[in-house]
């Protein structure tokens, strides 16, 4: 912005504290050079305090105010203006703060010899600045006073200030420094365990870009869940699901558009045999509920007939019917049950179930539901649904091994909001004639505060 700024009341009071001259010229001119400068947070860069149609300059001083939370100044020198006609030149100040919400640089100079002192254009004062933050901040230009070589003040007739634009920092993502990392880098080839995936930007320097940044991944195997989650801090992380196929996965990221060079493989161990489990392995019901349990096979190998008992306790659960499920048969060979034998007379329950498959194709390989098992809740209690004499074949009749079993857990239970009891009784003819526990009354004890 131009500020024309007429010297003339204060050159009278210096006038008349010191026999000195005023020089009027309207065309004097001190202005910020340039006048608008953009820059990035954390860079640096120099303004200029530039005088033009001077005449005989001998001396200079001058204020510089500026917002700190935008920039800092970092130094001041002179420029090569008031010594450019060989008289010999010295600093004053620089005097710079940055404490203060609105900085100051202080500065000044004066030159002295047998020759004059220049006139027209030039810089007088370079201002090195470093940008801090984002905002915009005006480089006020005050307190500003020319002399000539005999020490008599010039009228300034325009002072033009600077304004100072700070952007975020922008840095392009390096393909190089770009993290990529996986944990844990092997998990079971059973297509349920996971890893998880994190990207963390850099940029030339080894320095984090943050938030924001547009991330994704590719996997040669297993199945990405999801999306990438942005965790605020400058890491970015997805969830990686196994195969059901020993190997490995190679991952790659792209950040902001930019292939990352690092691609961390995830490795799919194969599992020592079939793993069985009951799904959910944790069920919760209220009394007359009727629920399913899934008996889960993985890491299936050419899958070609079952078979199991399942046992739990009869005072809380009944084992309703059980039927196939669709895994056996899910490479287009045809499948039958063989059972199921459902006991629910002793105080152990058990239900014997199988199946085998026919056909010319081959089995099934992985993950997959062997059968389903309806069970009718009756009694609050807790009971494991435990998988016992599990055998697994290929089509050839050849047993597999089975790596590990997971049985499940039943809990029946009445929810909370069933158990309040509101009594509104008194003591009275009635309570007298109750007799015992064959009249079906409660009793409450004088220990807990009847009346």
């Known amino acids: 912005m131009h500020r024309i700024k007429t010297f003339s009341v204060i050159a009278a009071l210096l006038f008349c504290i010191h026999p000195l001259k005023v020089v009027m010229s309207q065309v004097l001119s001190v202005k910020i050079d340039p006048q608008e400068t953009a820059v990035s947070s954390g860079e640096s860069f120099t303004l200029n305090v530039a005088i033009s149609q001077a005449t005989n300059v001998g001396s200079f001083q001058f204020d510089v105010t500026f917002l700190t939370s935008v920039v800092h100044a970092d130094s001041a020198w002179l420029g090569n203006f008031l010594g450019s006609t060989g008289r010999s030149v010295s600093p004053v100040g620089p005097v710079i703060n940055n404490t203060a919400t609105t900085g100051k640089v202080t500065m000044g100079g004066f030159s002295f010899g047998a020759g004059n002192g220049p006139n027209g254009s030039g810089v007088l004062a370079t201002i090195k600045f470093t940008a801090l933050d984002t905002g915009v901040t005006a480089i006020d230009l005050q307190q500003l006073q020319?002399?000539?070589?005999?020490?008599?003040?010039?009228?300034?007739?325009?002072?033009?200030?600077?304004?100072?634009?700070?952007?975020?920092?922008?840095?392009?993502v390096d393909p190089e420094k770009t993290l990529v990392e996986v944990n844990p880098a092997n998990i079971p080839a059973d297509g349920i365990?996971?890893?998880?995936?994190t990207v963390k930007p850099r940029d030339s320097l080894g320095n984090s870009l943050g938030t924001g940044q547009t991330v994704s991944l590719t996997s040669t195997a297993g199945e990405l869940l999801a999306?990438?989650?942005d965790n605020g801090e400058g890491s970015y992380t997805q969830v990686l699901r196994s195969s059901t196929v020993p190997g490995s996965a190679v991952i790659t990221a792209i950040v902001n558009g930019v292939t990352v060079n690092q691609k961390p493989h995830v490795v799919f161990t194969a599992l020592s045999g079939?793993?069985?489990?009951?799904n959910p392995t944790d069920t919760t019901v209220t009394p007359g509920d009727t629920f399913i349990m899934d008996i889960v096979i993985q890491d299936a190998q050419n899958l070609g007939s079952f078979q199991f008992d399942i046992e739990f306790s009869t005072a809380v659960v009944h084992a309703d019917s059980a039927w196939l499920g669709s895994f056996l048969g899910s490479t287009g060979r045809s499948a039958s049950p063989v059972g199921p034998v459902i006991n629910n007379d002793s105080p152990t329950g058990k239900v014997?179930?199988?199946g085998f498959s026919f056909g010319t194709t081959n089995g099934p390989n992985g993950v997959g539901v062997l059968a389903t098992i309806k069970f009718t809740a009756r009694d609050t209690g807790t009971t494991v649904i435990d998988l016992q004499q599990f055998q697994v074949t290929d089509i050839d009749g050849?047993?597999?091994?089975?790596?590990?079993?997971?049985?499940?857990?039943?809990?029946v239970a009445f929810p909370s909001s069933l158990l309040d009891i509101l009594i509104d009784?008194?003591?009275?003819a009635w309570y007298d004639e109750l007799t015992?526990?064959?009249?079906?009354?409660?009793?409450?004890?004088?220990?807990?505060?009847?009346n």
Do not use: C
Request: proline share 4%.
């Open 274 to 278: 079939a793993a069985i489990k009951i």
């Open 352 to 354: 014997t179930m199988g």
């Open 146 to 172: 020319i002399t000539d070589i005999n020490g008599q003040v010039q009228n300034v007739a325009s002072i033009v200030d600077g304004i100072v634009r700070v952007a975020p920092q922008i840095h392009p």
């Open 227 to 229: 999306t990438v989650s």
């Open 398 to 411: 050849q047993a597999q091994g089975v790596g590990s079993i997971v049985d499940g857990r039943v809990r």
């Open 193 to 197: 365990s996971t890893t998880i995936i």
């Open 425 to 428: 009784a008194e003591k009275d």
């Open 436 to 450: 015992g526990p064959e009249d079906g009354y409660l009793q409450i004890r004088w220990f807990a505060h009847n």
